[in-house]
């Protein structure tokens, strides 16, 4: 790699493969999460659509102000599904890479779970869940879709949706909540409910990707907005932020293990 500064003239970088491409990366602007191959740290997720939420709520957040992934450092690895999240956080550990795995608070989340933690390639630490407590005995089972604003949510599957459904009619939010009603003491997640709601109105099967990707190309630019809208915005995504709190400092602590 050539570089040319104005101090020190033409420098040749005999070794730009060092700390995974790093000097290569900056040169030409490239987010450590366009390749798991190349990043500082590795996040890995349950399927494309989390890593479009996760990446795009990530710079909104950052223009924001508030806790965030910095995309610079660390890559985002979209599993096919829970179980699959296995092998690349293996491959992380084997390659010291520093990993963190998102995994959702359902049933397959727990097998993969315990997958990850039978033959100790990963430590607890390392394994974040989406899950929170509810009032008496049930824990709600949570994805990510469960963390959002409902309301732009629903919004960004009916646009979505409408587009490519034919004879498609927009979920209303009372719909939705009714779907979602407690079963045995906590409320299914939401695309669980809508996936219900697809299935009784023969819809076919709910493309996750295509509402994350309406969703993220529908959120607002925060430089557009005013300083009370912004604080709002803020608070509507204050559960994200929450979630890439923690994420971030489980990296951190991974890459301590690591020697980094």
């Not at 779970?113 to 989406?130: C, F, G």
């Not at 009619?169 to 979602?180: F, G, K």
Request: proline fraction near 7%.
């Amino acid at each position: 790699m050539i570089e040319k500064e104005r101090r020190q003239g033409t420098t040749v970088n005999n070794k730009p493969h060092a700390n995974r491409w790093k000097a290569i990366r900056s040169a030409v602007g490239l987010l450590a999460a366009d390749s798991f191959l190349i990043g500082d740290s590795c996040l890995v997720v349950e399927g494309v659509s989390d890593h479009i939420y996760i990446a795009g709520l990530s710079r909104l957040l950052a223009q924001l102000g508030e806790p965030h992934l910095d995309l610079n450092e660390t890559a985002l690895i979209p599993a096919p599904s829970a179980s699959e999240t296995v092998a690349p956080a293996r491959f992380c550990q084997a390659e010291r890479i520093p990993v963190v795995v998102l995994l959702d608070g359902d049933n397959q989340g727990n097998q993969a779970e315990a997958s990850l933690l039978r033959d100790r390639y990963i430590r607890p630490e390392q394994i974040v869940r989406i899950e929170q407590p509810t009032p008496g005995p049930a824990r709600k089972t949570r994805a990510i879709e469960d963390l959002l604003p409902p309301d732009i949510f629903l919004a960004a599957l009916n646009a979505a949706c409408s587009n490519h459904i034919k004879g498609f009619s927009p979920l209303t939010s009372a719909e939705v909540a009714s779907a979602q009603k407690p079963l045995q003491g906590a409320s299914i997640p939401i695309v669980n409910a809508i996936q219900k709601i697809f299935s009784e109105k023969k819809y076919g099967d709910l493309d996750k990707r295509l509402v994350a990707e309406q969703f993220i190309n529908d959120l607002p630019d925060p430089d557009d907005l005013s300083e009370e809208e912004q604080d709002q915005l803020t608070k509507r995504f204050s559960e994200v932020g929450k979630l890439f709190e923690i994420i971030t400092t489980r990296l951190r602590e991974a890459t301590r293990w690591e020697g980094r």
